[in-house]
C-alpha cells in the first residue's frame, strides 16, 4: 500500500489539474455517533506520505498536544502529531477518541491506519500532521469532471473549508475507478453511481492554512419537468396548462395527527418522484439537511423538509417510500416523502389557515385549510438563502 501510494503521488504532480485524473485513498471513519457506524472520506494521494500501523502510535511524548491530537507517530524527522479524523469532523462519540477507548475500538484497532500527510505550509517533503482512520482503501483513480462543487447551503461555514468537494465513483463497474466495500451509508445497487466527499487535506490540521488550488467544476443540471415524471398517477395534461396545478404530498416523519398536513408545490418546480437513492451524510450540516444524493450527475442536497418548518417528530432518511426532487435554475434538493403523491388543478377550495403550525410562518407562501388536512406552501428559495 505504501509503495502504491508513493508512486501515484510522483505521478500525480498537479492531482486538480483539469488534465490529469483525480487520485484518491478511501478512509472510513467508525463510531457510535454515526447513523449506520461508519462513514467513507477520500484524500487525494498527492497528501499522502506513507501509511503506517496504529501499533506505531505513542502516547507519552514530553510536548503539548493540540485540539483533537491522540499521539504521536515517531519518524525519522521527528515526532509527528497524530489527530483523530472522527473528532475533526464532529463525528466522534465520548469514549471514542484517545488511544486507551472502548472495547470497541481496541477490536478494531488491527484495522486502524494512520494516514501521514504533508503540508503545503512546510517545506518540501517535511512531515507535519498524521490522521487516524479506521480502514483504508487501495487508490483509486476518477476522472476530474467527476470532481462537484458540494452545495453550499449543506454545510456549516465551520465543515465547508474542509471538503474540496465532491466525487462520483461508479460502485460495480470497471474501468478506472475501483471502490472497495462501500460504506453502507453511501452504498450504491446495482452498478448505480453514488458520492463521497474529498477531503482538503491542507486545511484539516488545526490552523492549517488553505493552498491554492482549481476549484472543482460547477455542474449544473438543465432539467425540463413532465407530469409523468412528477407523478406516478400523472394525467395528461398540456404543458401550458401545468402551471395551474399543485403536486401535494406528505413527510414520513409527521405523526398522524388530530388533522392531517400536508406540503404542496407548483407542478413547474417538482422534476421527477423516484425511488430513494443512497445518501451520504455531511458532518457539520444543519439539522435539517439529511444528506447529499447523486441526482443526474451531480450532488444534490436531501432535505427534511417537516424538520425545515419545525415539525419534525422521528427520523426520516432511507426509509422514506419516495424522494421528490424540487427547486428551480440550479437550486435543486431532494425530499423523504411518504407513497401517497396526488395532483390538484388550480383552483382549489380552502379556508385560510388561522394558526399556522410551523415554528417561522415566514418560510411559507402560504398555509390553507382543505377539507380533511392543512396544506402548506414552503418558500424553496428560503431553504437557499
Known sequence: MKDQVRRESRVEKDPMSTQTPISFLRCE???????????????????????QRVD???GEVDAPRAVGQVGWLPMREGNIPVFSLAERLGRAAAGDAGIEGSQARRVRQAQQRIIVVNSPAARP????QAWLVDDVSQ??????ERLSAAPRMALSEAMEGLFAGVIRIDAGRGGTTEVVTPSPAGEARGGE??????LAAEKLAPGAAASERIPPPVRRAAPESSAAQATDAAPDVPSTRRAG?????????????????????????????????PIIPLPGAPDFVIGLVNWRDQP????????????????????AARLLMAGGGDAWIGCPISSGVRMARLPINYRPCEHSPVSDPARLLGAFELEDETLLIPDLARIHA
Open 245 to 277: 396545478q399543485l403536486i401535494i404530498f406528505a413527510s414520513p416523519n409527521l405523526d398522524e395527527g388530530e388533522r392531517r398536513i400536508s406540503f404542496g408545490l407548483s407542478i413547474s418546480q417538482v422534476l421527477e418522484v423516484l425511488d430513494p437513492l
Open 139 to 144: 487508490v483509486n483513480r476518477v476522472p476530474y
Open 300 to 319: 444534490t442536497p436531501v432535505i427534511d423538509l417537516a424538520g425545515w418548518l419545525g415539525l419534525g417528530q422521528k427520523t426520516v432518511g432511507q426509509s
Open 56 to 58: 506505531a502510535l505513542r
Open 29 to 51: 471513519i467508525h463510531g457510535a455517533a454515526l447513523s449506520q457506524g461508519r462513514e467513507a472520506y477520500a484524500i487525494e494521494t498527492s497528501w499522502v506520505r506513507s501509511i
Open 125 to 128: 517533503g517535511e512531515l507535519s
Open 193 to 198: 453511481a453514488t458520492l463521497i466527499l474529498l
